[in-house]
């Protein structure tokens, strides 16, 4: 029988997995006042590259809303569906998003997303506000990892 999950339990193993990895990841949290279920600050030199994960376990008409919502602040963007979604949702988003399938407790990139070097703008929201504010701000627990991230680009930037 297959198993479903929903779409927190797979934001959680999405993050699990992030953060295993080393990256500076933040969960549920909002970024100028829209609400993304996984956010990834990954380091790269002159500013971090922002990686934005939607999941969804359903293919609703909105989705492809809140894909191009999240265009103004993201270098690259990811819908997370369980593989059985794969076939609809290929045909259904722009050739500019990224897909990942979930399955069997793991994650594949089946479609890379665009490089839309937006994430320059949460750079720059990030470096007008202090450590505090930005994690307040994004209504995210900031992880270590965002903390180290937000500390080294501060001190470089300066």
Do not use: W
Not at 68 to 96: A, G, H, Q, W
Not at 118 to 144: H, I, P
């Amino acid at each position: 029988m297959l198993k479903t999950f929903s779409e927190a339990s797979i934001v959680d193993l999405l993050y699990k997995k992030l953060t295993s990895v080393g990256l500076a990841v933040c969960k549920n949290c909002k970024v100028l006042g829209y609400e993304i279920d996984v956010l990834v600050f990954e380091n790269d030199g002159s500013r971090p590259i922002i990686h934005v994960f939607e999941v969804k376990t359903r293919v609703k008409p909105r989705l492809i809303r809140q894909l191009y919502r999240r265009i103004p602040f993201s270098d690259y963007i990811y819908v997370v569906v369980p593989y059985n979604l794969l076939t609809s949702i290929y045909r259904k988003i722009d050739r500019m998003f990224g897909i990942v399938v979930y399955y069997n407790d793991d994650f594949y990139v089946v479609k890379p997303s665009e490089f839309l070097n937006n994430g320059r703008n949460v750079y720059k929201l990030m470096m007008k506000t202090s450590e505090l504010s930005f994690c307040n701000m994004m209504q995210a627990n900031c992880a270590d990892s965002i903390n180290s991230l937000y500390s080294h680009y501060r001190t470089i930037s300066h």
